[in-house]
């Protein structure tokens, strides 16, 4: 599977700052005769002393949809802790 950074937000409050990173993931499925490429999103959350982290790597086989909805999550700072709600919405 690879992983291509696809952006990053900074969250600001208190005294505290987390960076949201955003990534495509994109493997191929070797089941079928004819590969085709799958994509997925992850996102990471990183604070002072912390590390969170939220995926899912076989979202579609799409690439449009999934910048689309990257695009979407970036903007919106979504994070891990709230990917699967995000996505249940767009599917």
């Not at 955003?22 to 490429?37: F, T």
């Not at 999934?66 to 970036?74: G, Q």
Request: net charge negative; no cysteine; aromatic share 10%.
């Amino acid at each position: 599977m690879m992983k291509e950074l696809y952006g990053t937000s900074m969250i600001k409050y208190e005294n505290k700052e987390e960076v949201l990173e955003y990534y495509m993931l994109n493997s191929e499925d070797e089941n079928k005769e004819n590969k085709m490429k799958i994509y997925g999103i992850e996102i990471i959350k990183k604070s002072a002393n912390s590390e969170e982290t939220s995926f899912v790597s076989d979202l579609t086989i799409n690439k449009e949809f999934a910048e689309e909805i990257l695009r979407t999550i970036k903007n919106n700072m979504v994070t891990p802790v709230h990917l699967y709600d995000v996505l249940e919405n767009f599917l």
